[in-house]
């Protein structure tokens, strides 16, 4: 699979590139470093031989970018052995194959000349066969598991050579020294982070990789040494046994006993020969990351902060770069009299939050230096105010002093922004991100999760120990799988349009892989142009979003953009097309409403763990619902795979995801009347996550929730099988529809077959019913076109057609709604659940199936609410957004312009609430 790059930033890049192999050259050669053949050395794991493998330099640290001399044992020149991939004709030179490994816990690392690689006795020089593109100035990134294979071929008279024991020649052989020059030695990819550690070796050996990410959420178990593997075999310490026919393992971090921090996995490969080799790695859970604010359990209230120098400023660099990076926003230009650290000032002077956020630029430069981020930070964090940078990447030397200005509690690090955009942006965008086109969903996903956004992790993780992403999808489930740590997606923007949804699958995806920590990014004034900036709608829709976040459990909350200055100006309606200033009326009323929230969280009462959710949507397997449906949308930004075969476009699956959207977070339509409504959505049956269902999710990811809905696409899994049954068993209610059992990858979720079904159709461990094929409807509210249903059978049919009652001891299921007589909805208790099968053949969401899948749902959710709820009129109940606590209940009236009311209803009473707009109550249980 191909594998994104991520290149130094420009400047060091050039260098990197023309000018130091040149000083390389001129300067390193002076002063070579000589490793010695047998050097002490600390290895992560213990070297397992094989036949012809022999260690040249044992795992050595080394210093980056200088010259290195590794002596070889002469015989290798002078009796080379012929790899098995080299020419074996007669007059062909042998091939002597010498295999590197450099390991850095987060770095890659390169050769920044090719060239300068050779072989040498002292006398003669041999060069490598190409190992890369010779001539581009670097070998471009080596990953710190990858081997890096150098081939000489060696002349064959210098093979096998018979020189008398006496002999001149031979005198010359002992002053000779044969060794491996690598004359611009190995450079870090990245900023270097700790020691760098070379290997070199001839042969195959046992070369076993081991890691898990700094949340320990995945586990990776592979060799990459050895090439005649049969099969592979993986046992954990804790129980867990795994078989594959490569030697490659990926695997939740078990949950270990209390007081234990560590476990055992055992790899044994069964070779082509038929012999076993086994190593054991011990894996040990890194402490979670922790930012000061989740351990103090404060709420945080965020403004950004964007590049200003004062117009008059002379031109000099720094108002030079200032200047690049506003003509880069595609936005008006705003007249600057101030320095980007003057509103700084203020902020600290009256503050509108207690969080700061800086984009690139800032907070400095000032009138005497360039650079006042560390000043700034250090005064932030005397006022008890945090700072975080976005879209930046220092040098760990810099974040490191970041976050000792910061007092080593007030500085959150970096935010990565958008580097999942490409999820929801054109082709250019998944081009210049390397996304390939995928054999099937699997492939896809593969490729965002342990490629894309895993690689970027380890990049910023160079400079960083955590990073936040703001991501304008709803899929933070596959972000924090990843490797992200923290997830605020970028609300009220595209697919985190419906801030219920997209924040109820962001606090899923967090309670899945912890920490149980997420928060909002709050595009308010770039992503509502269509609501002008002189209305109260506009400013009531912030207010309302702000509480909602705080209701669903956020612990921060950041505004984007406004109260600096407005930069969407030209895309605002009845702007003028201008943007406005920091002392014009927008930007006041942008802080007033921070000011407000940020009362508000200061006086409230502290608030108790995260909301009760008994109800949780169904995120399948392999699904790239990103939040919104766009019909015609390419599934997983693939888009070339799009071109060729439709079914990789939105349709009925995806159709199907906005139908449970719809149903669990209803928009309030006429909340901000006259102006669209496409942000708040009511919670008619309480607090619902959005949760990701996989091979990896494990029964306590799933405990909390008493009722579970598929909608959207899944591509089902004996493990997701195995799971689905366990859930049911104990206790919980399933609904789903025929085609989340198929197995399939393909985006086929009509022309699909018996055999396709998890088990061949054969649903008895979960349902005592057989599918057996497919029957078409008739009847006339499913419309004109055919529409098909599936046929099923009981396990103990009768020929005559009539069915036991009890069938060898399984209760039959019951038929919840027929259709032409046929079978549409049923129903089969199991253990303490009970499982609901609509037996449509096409995804529910499909315009015939709808109302049928709909109605069901909702009746089902009815009964989820519990002893504490929120009622309203069948009107208003989308206008309220509420949620259970474990001392009280809030309740948000969600519409801008009108009062709402409703009743609270607790265990001993019921609480009738009038509530004004865009206003928040909490009430005590």
Known sequence: MKRPTFPSSPSRFRFSRFLLPLFSRILLGLFPLILPAVPAFSEAFPTVCVPGFRVLLPSTEIRLAERLEIPLPEELLFAA???????STETAAPVLELRLEVRNEQCGWTILDPRSVYLTDGTQTFFPEPFCEMEKGNCGRIASDEELILRFRIPKELQNTKVPENSAKNAVREKSVCCLVLATGITSWETPAGPFFLEVWTGEKMRVQAETDACARICRVSEKGLSNVRKAFLELSTGEKMESETAQFRFRFPLL????????????????DGTLRTQTVTFTAPPLPQCAPMEHGEILVGTCFYPAIPDETADTPEKKAVERTLTSWDAPKVPNSRYCHEFVDDFLADPWGNLAVFWPQTPGPSADSPDVSEEYTRKLADAGIYSMSIYQHVPREKARRLAEAGKDRFFLQNNIGEYAGYLYQGIESARACGVPKAQDLKDARAFFVDDYIRRGVHRYETSYPYIFSTSGSSLANYELEGGIHFICSEL???????????SSEMRAAARKWKPEYWGGWLAHEWQTGEIPYQTEQKFRLLRAGLLQQYLLGSSLMILESGSQTTQAGRYTADSGNRNFGYEEDPPRRYRKEMRRFLDFVRSAPKRKGTPETRIAAVMGNCDAYMGLYLPGMPVWAQHEKAEEDPRWRYGDAQKSSKLLQDLFFPLALDALAPYTNRWLAGSPYGQTDVVGIDDLTRIKDLERYELLVYGGWNSMTPKIWELLQKYVRQGGTLILAVPHLSTRADCEGKEYSVQDLIC??????LLNIRIVGK??????DFGPAPEYAAEIRFPEDKPDGEQDEELNGKKKPEILQTVSGKPLWIRQTHGKGAVLLFLGWEYPGKDAFAPHYVKRIRKEAERMKGEIFVDAAPEDRSCFSWAVYEDCVYVLNLHCLEARECTVHLKDRTVPVRLEPAEMRRIER
């Open 81 to 87: 052995p012929v790899s098995e991939t080299a020419d």
């Open 257 to 272: 006993p209390d007081g234990e921090k560590s476990f055992d996995a055992r790899l044994t490969l069964e070779l082509l």
């Open 492 to 502: 009220y923007a595209i697919g985190a349009q419906n801030l219920a949804w997209a």
């Open 760 to 765: 061949g159709g054969d649903l008895e461990g």
């Open 775 to 780: 029957l078409q409807i008739d009847a006339p």
